[in-house]
């Protein structure tokens, strides 16, 4: 089973600001890498796709990048909505696909 | 409008029997695999298993297998995810999930979620 750590577990980010988020595989997992957004009470959002890919109807301001093992998700500009939890999921070796534990960006 | 429909909340005790389900809406049910995602309370995402629904081929993750059922009905465009015995343990957010396409399992559509409390 392929393991997902992300980091940090809290981010303190005041509104208008750049928000990096980080998820690292305990193998390669090639470009199969999803991040999902979570707001309370609401299920995830698909965000990225294939690492970098953004979903249907994402705002520009949501990127991905990485390969393998190393993977981000910038938020360029944070917005009141964009204050929820994040989490990667692997989809390169299964089973089983396996999320990171989450990342709560938080209003600093 | 496309979407994945779940059943309502429910509230168990140790031992019995549960189903819930998820119902396809606005797209060919048979064109995409569905999966079962929990969440504990407070806790993350973990992946339980998913179905084909055109001929109902499962798999599972090792952590789920054996202790839980997932089934499909595609005449009525429906999944399910079932448990024989429940134990308190299984108290979680419990959601279906359709993948993006046949080489990607991002998951692009979500159902609202079920939530089940097993208590005594």
């Known amino acids: 089973e392929i393991g997902m750590t992300q980091s940090p577990a809290t981010l303190s980010v005041s509104p208008g600001e750049r928000a990096t988020l980080s998820c690292r595989a305990s193998?390669?997992?090639?470009?199969?890498l999803a991040w999902y957004q979570q707001k309370p009470g609401q299920a995830p959002r698909l965000l990225i796709y294939d690492a970098s890919t953004r979903a249907t109807d994402i705002p520009a301001r949501f990127s991905g990048s990485g390969s393998g093992t190393e993977f981000t998700l910038t938020i360029s500009s944070l917005q009141s909505e964009d204050f929820a939890v994040y989490y990667c999921q692997q989809y390169y070796n299964w089973p089983p696909w396996t999320f990171g534990q989450g990342t709560k960006v938080e209003i600093k | 409008e496309v979407q994945l429909v779940q059943s309502g909340e429910v509230v168990k005790k140790p031992g019995e029997s549960l189903r819930i389900s998820c119902k396809g809406a606005?797209?060919?049910?048979?064109?995409?695999?569905i999966s079962w995602v929990r969440q504990m309370p407070g806790k993350g995402l973990e992946w339980m298993g998913r179905?084909?629904?055109?001929?109902?081929?499962?798999d599972y993750s090792p952590s789920f297998q054996g202790h839980v059922l997932i089934s499909t009905d595609k005449s009525i465009n429906t999944a399910y995810l079932q448990w024989r015995s429940l134990k308190t343990s299984d108290t979680a957010m419990y959601f279906c999930?359709?993948?993006?396409?046949?080489?990607?399992?991002?998951?692009?559509?979500w159902g609202q979620g079920t939530l089940v409390t097993v208590s005594s």
């Open positions: 606005g797209y060919n049910f048979t064109n995409s695999w």
């Open positions: 999930a359709r993948r993006l396409g046949m080489a990607t399992d991002a998951f692009e559509m």
């Open positions: 179905i084909d629904p055109r001929d109902s081929y499962t």
């Open positions: 193998q390669s997992v090639s470009k199969k």
